[in-house]
Nanobody
Framework: EVQLVESGGGLVQPGGSLSLSCAAS????????MSWVRQAPGKGLEWVSSITNGGGSTDYADSVKGRFTISRDNAKNPLYLQLNSLKTEDTAMYYC???WGAGVPRGQGTQVTVNS
C-alpha cells in the first residue's frame, strides 16, 4: 500500500522558515518523480514544486521560486521542502504527491500557517 506521510508544518511569522518532510513507503521511491502541492483555505489545489527521481532536476511555481527548495534522499526515502521567507499567502495544507506536476494527495498533509 502506498503511503505518504507529511510532517514539519507549524505556525510561523512572516519571513520565517519551516522544513517539511514526506515519508514514502509502499513503492520504489527512487524511481518516481515527486512533487509538493498545497491547498489554501477555500481554494483549489496548487502545484508548488517537483523533482525528478534522481534529484537532478527541479521546478517551482512562480509564487515560491527563490524561496522554497525541494530535495530528496533516495537512500532513506524522504522528500523535503524547505520553506524560507514565508508570506501570509503561503498559509495552506501541504501535501507530497507522486509524479511530476500536480497530483492527487494521498496523505493527511501538514499545515503551514504564516501569521504575525
Amino acid at each position: 500500500e502506498v503511503q505518504l506521510v507529511e510532517s514539519g508544518g507549524g505556525l510561523v511569522q512572516p519571513g520565517g522558515s519551516l522544513s517539511l518532510s514526506c515519508a514514502a513507503s509502499g513503492f520504489t521511491f527512487s524511481t518516481d518523480n515527486m512533487s509538493w502541492v498545497r491547498q489554501a483555505p477555500g481554494k483549489g489545489l496548487e502545484w508548488v514544486s517537483s523533482i525528478t527521481n534522481g534529484g537532478g532536476s527541479t521546478d517551482y511555481a512562480d509564487s515560491v521560486k527563490g524561496r522554497f527548495t525541494i530535495s530528496r534522499d533516495n537512500a532513506k526515502n524522504p522528500l523535503y521542502l524547505q520553506l524560507n521567507s514565508l508570506k501570509t499567502e503561503d498559509t495552506a495544507m501541504y501535501y507530497c504527491t507522486r509524479g511530476w506536476g500536480a497530483g492527487v494527495p494521498r496523505g493527511q498533509g501538514t499545515q503551514v500557517t504564516v501569521n504575525s
